[in-house]
């Protein structure tokens, strides 16, 4: 671990990577499922499209642990390079981290029809419901994914749930924002989700580089105090 860790050139790489991991991710993803489908097809002179039906869960999966693998990967590599912190299987327990998160999220709006009843005011009660609707699975994504991380975290900082917390306030957040403006006359914008998805990333990307900041901050006050052997 770095003795002093940088708090500017730190942020920097970890905002940067925040913000082009999931088009990287995605990209990679997506080319080798195309790949892979158009390999299919050509071996059983199949329409190609009936694999999007048959293999979408399949599919799915994959393309969420190459999502994890990714960002557990360049976390880990601004780590190394700007903290001097080297934490092994980053990358595995992001990816797997990433395919239990999306399962259970997907799976969330089927839970809450049967027991989630809200009724918000008649007033607004498109753009908040909505708004709750959507927070709720894109919370509970990036709050199984940063606490399966932080079983692995634990091992290297203390006060580790920072780091949960961190994700969880940064989708909190780009649901105020995307609530603030529905609820404005006239509404600035129309497709929330997907305003709400793209402030998210940046949001938690800039929440999580603080709270690992402070918590290599408090392992290199801690690494200090220790007594000498």
Not at 3 to 22: C, D, E, K, Y
Not at 53 to 63: A, R, V
Request: glycine share 6%.
């Amino acid at each position: 671990m770095n003795a002093r860790p940088s708090a500017a050139p730190f942020m920097i790489a970890w905002l940067i990577a925040g913000l082009f991991v999931l088009p990287l991710a995605l990209v990679l993803s997506l080319t080798a499922i195309v790949a892979f489908q158009t390999a299919l097809s050509q071996l059983t002179d199949t329409s190609s499209w009936d694999y999007w039906e048959d293999f979408i869960f399949l599919f799915f999966g994959f393309g969420l642990l190459v999502i994890g693998f990714c960002i557990g990967a360049m976390q880990a590599a601004v780590l190394r390079r700007h903290l001097g912190i080297k934490i092994w299987r980053m990358s595995l327990y992001s990816a797997l981290g990433a395919a239990l998160a999306g399962v259970i999220a997907t799976n969330l709006p089927v839970l809450l029809d049967h027991v989630y009843r809200f009724e918000p005011p008649a007033c607004c009660a498109y753009d908040l419901r909505a708004t709750v609707e959507f927070t709720l699975p894109l919370a509970t994504f990036l709050g199984v994914f940063s606490t399966a991380q932080a079983l692995l975290l634990r091992r290297y900082f203390s006060a580790i749930w920072l780091w949960v917390a961190a994700h969880l306030v940064g989708a909190t957040c780009a649901g105020l924002v995307v609530l603030a403006g529905k609820m404005a006359s006239p509404s600035p914008y129309y497709d929330g989700d997907s305003l709400q998805l793209f402030l998210a990333v940046p949001l938690a990307s800039l929440f999580t580089g603080l709270a690992m900041l402070r918590m290599a901050r408090e392992a290199r006050h801690l690494q200090k105090a220790k007594p000498p052997a």
